[in-house]
């Protein structure tokens, strides 16, 4: 079995919905009311309600501390489910240039530039000349130098599975603009100007004039377009298509009956037909697979597509090796992400792409802690049942300020498997983290800080390395140990005597042993106190006087710590 | 590279280096150490795979120098990791071309890299292969056992795995600060501190 490493995650308020609905008007959609078995009767008393990190609603709101967000104004934690997310720049992965949104419209949202991935194995395609040796002419720096070297017919290839593109017939007259020639030997689009390029282009993909999805689309709508200015003729609705709004509130005015004046307008004589030629976009199914088969026959499964290349195509329907076409690369985005509630942004990124900076980025984990668990002993691979181990749970203090933390776990953990849980010292301070200049200031006190750092421990244990009840294990300049024991429980199940059972009670679930269902998970809740400076929306710009002023603060959230695997004897 | 110390299994340089005994670094004065960069053992750097043809480099290091591997601050080379500077054909014949390191770039065990420019902030697991010419941005994870293809680009904040590797996920907002490797550097040396817990 893998190894298993230690994780704390951390539950994001969105999970429940009856607190952020009520003070807010959230625009959440009705899927994430409360289950009907959830109880309902926890709405008065929140700290109430147990947690069960195993509940399958659970995954949707636990997180790792560093993909959980912060908001300033709410003061509570956002995670990637419940922020609002909104679009700074649109670029290609492989070129890096960034695509304006309105091209994306038009050119749809992959690469026009010469970036293609592999059809076989999705690795980058280079462009090389078939004569020559390989040249990898993407590097951007010498592109202008090696026009200077071969010419002829040049082809895509994959450095990594070395398949290239003559495999399915494709050959490039010149090594720019890939994609345009690419186009034009797949669809032949611009059909009236006999495409210069090379000769042996099988004729399976030439005759398949308007076969991509786009083109039979495009040909659907201006026919459909036309019926609709057919049948009604007075609306107009012929010039504008569905996209203008002036056109949708046209049809509303149509289907809501408005215009009274025109009765009986549309008279049976202009019925609107359906597409059924290709001009129109019109397909009709092929149900001949014989050539298929056949083919099928010939080359064997070697030939066929694996699903993972059939889905990754740009089109969809191919079968076998050589209907895949090299793929353009998918478009990437850089994302600002807005508070839910309050709506304020708390990340927003450089617009730029080669710029990595933040405009702005509130973090979880400038303000709750971390925690880092180690066991007290290193520890064998599994835990054994109902053998007790002790565990050390490291808090570090992010804020500039002392936080006092209050700790809560359930005696025993939810499920069918209930490990016994105790916390050994549930309450204690965290000195504050230090000020900005903290690697400085980190290096410079090294030493003291030992020093401090062995006093301590010495003092909190008076000499015993035994871990006590309601004491710090440890404690440094911003973190505090404290020793956690576990009681694994027993993974055997073995059904009560019969005559134990209540009359009524529900049968035990015996069944066999689910997935994860050994990993030891302990759910806790942690309340942190503080005293920080007075939070102000991000505008307001505070004078000397009100800086200086200070509130309680308060933040509580539930987490859960995956601790190990309970060996299964 | 001046000893401070005789003893130890790392040489200590001015410029913070900590290069171990044990390391292979071939042709060192084609190689460049920005400084606080720790070099482990069975590490490799193949700075005799210096270019050979001369090439009118427009985007160029220092005219003159002809160096094959460049490595910023803070990079960290675990246990036999090999930095191979990525070569091919220009004007009809071969040379190597230099491969570039930014600061706080962690490299795993066992890990080879061939790439033309690693950015700064970029974790490489162990037993990754970095293919020839590839580029990789800043704040980018590449999980262990990757093989990044020969001149694949991977954008800033992106964490990449498989074989061929792929771009998997993103770098979360609140993980810029695992990449920084400050306190790696002092964990490791002759006197080394332990790592905050
Ligand atoms: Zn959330
Ligand atoms: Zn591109
Ligand atoms: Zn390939
Ligand atoms: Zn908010």
Redesign the pocket.
């Known amino acids: 079995m893998a190894s298993f490493t230690p994780y704390t995650y951390i539950q994001c308020p969105c999970h429940d919905t009856t607190t952020t609905t009520t003070t807010t008007s959230q625009s959440r959609p009705a899927e994430d009311a409360p289950s009907p078995t959830s109880p309902h009767s926890s709405d008065d008393d929140d700290d109430d309600h147990n947690f069960d990190p195993r509940a399958p609603r659970s995954n949707y709101s636990l997180y790792p501390l560093e993909y959980l967000l912060w908001c300033d104004v709410c003061h509570q934690i956002r995670c990637p489910r419940c922020v609002a997310e909104e679009l700074v720049t649109i670029y290609?992965?492989?070129?890096?240039?960034e695509v304006a949104s309105s091209s994306l419209k038009t050119e749809g949202n992959r690469?026009?530039?010469?970036?293609f991935q592999c059809p076989i194995c999705i690795g980058p395609l280079a462009v090389q000349s078939l004569e020559s040796a390989p040249e990898p002419s993407l590097l951007s720096a010498d592109n202008a130098n090696t026009a200077t070297t071969p010419a002829g017919p040049w082809i895509l290839s994959c450095s990594y599975c070395n398949w290239n593109s003559s495999e399915i017939g494709v050959k490039f007259d010149k090594p720019q603009g890939i994609f345009a020639q690419l186009q034009k030997l797949r669809h032949g689009e611009d059909s009236h100007s006999k495409h210069a390029v090379g000769g042996d282009t099988s004729p399976t993909k030439t005759d398949s004039v308007a076969a991509t999805m786009k083109a039979r689309f495009s040909a659907m709508r201006s026919f459909y377009s036309a019926q609709n200015a057919i049948a009604n003729p007075s609306s107009g609705l012929g010039d504008y298509g569905f996209s203008s709004p002036g056109a949708l509130s046209r049809i509303m005015s149509i289907y809501s009956g408005n215009n009274a004046g025109s009765h009986k307008q549309k008279s049976k004589g202009t019925m609107t037909r359906e597409a059924d030629s290709a001009s129109e976009g019109f397909r009709a199914l092929d149900l001949d697979d014989s050539s298929a088969v056949s083919q099928l026959r010939r080359d064997g499964w070697d030939s066929t597509v694996i699903g993972d290349q059939a889905k990754s195509q740009v089109e969809e329907g191919a079968r076998f090796a050589e209907e895949l076409w090299p793929i353009?690369?998918l478009l990437r985005t850089k994302r600002s992400k807005r508070c839910p509630v309050c709506r304020h942004i708390i990340s927003k990124p450089e617009s730029k792409v080669a710029n990595t900076r933040f405009r702005m980025r509130l973090v979880a984990n400038t303000t709750i802690p971390s925690i880092s668990i180690k066991p007290f002993n290193p520890p064998p691979a599994l835990l054994k049942p109902l053998q007790p181990v002790q565990y050390l749970l490291t808090f570090r203090n992010p804020l500039f300020d002392e936080v006092k933390v209050t700790l809560a776990t359930p005696a025993t953990t939810p499920g069918r498997f209930a490990s016994r849980v105790t916390v050994l010292c549930p309450q204690f301070q965290m000195d504050p983290s230090t000020e900005s200049g903290m690697y400085l200031v980190d290096d410079a006190l090294k030493d003291d800080n030992k020093d401090i750092q062995g006093r301590r421990r010495r003092g909190t244990e008076g000499g015993t390395h035994q871990a006590e009840a309601g004491k710090i294990w440890e404690r440094g300049h911003n973190w505090v140990t404290i020793v956690v024991e576990v009681v694994p429980a027993s993974l055997s199940l073995e059904a009560p005597p019969a005559l134990l059972r209540k009359e009524g009670e529900p049968e035990p679930d015996l069944s066999p042993l689910k997935e994860d269902e050994d990993v030891l998970e302990i759910p806790m809740f942690v309340r942190l106190e503080w005293e920080g400076d007075v939070s102000h929306d991000q505008m307001s710009t505070s004078t000397g006087k009100e800086k200086d002023a200070r509130e309680k603060k308060e933040l509580a959230y539930w987490c859960t710590i995956g601790i190990g695997r309970i060996s299964q004897e | 590279m001046s000893r401070k110390q005789v003893k130890g299994e790392y040489i200590e340089t001015d410029t913070g280096n900590k290069v171990a005994r044990k390391a292979i670094l071939i042709g060192t004065q084609h190689i460049m150490l920005g400084g606080k960069t720790v070099i482990q053992a069975e590490a490799m750097i193949r700075g005799d795979l210096a270019r050979t043809a001369q090439v009118p480099s427009s985007s160029g290091a220092a005219p003159g120098s002809n160096t094959a591997v460049a490595i910023g601050r803070y990079c960290f080379l675990s246990k036999g990791c090999c930095l191979r500077p990525p070569g091919r054909i220009y004007k009809g014949s071969f040379t190597y071309l230099p491969l570039r390191l930014g600061d706080h770039v962690f490299i795993g065990e066992g890990t080879v890299v061939q790439a033309a420019t690693v950015g700064s902030h970029v974790h490489i697991g162990q037993k990754v292969v970095v293919g020839e010419f590839a580029i990789i941005k800043d704040y980018v994870r590449v999980l262990d056992g990757s093989v990044i293809p020969a001149n694949m680009v991977i954008p800033s904040f992106s964490i990449v795995a498989g074989q061929p590797a792929r771009i998997v996920g993103e770098v979360p907002e609140g993980g810029h600060e695992a990449f920084e490797l400050r306190e790696l550097y002092k964990s490791v040396g002759n006197n080394p501190q332990p790592l905050p817990v």
């Open positions: 290609c992965p492989n070129c890096l240039f690469c026009t530039r010469s970036c353009p690369y």
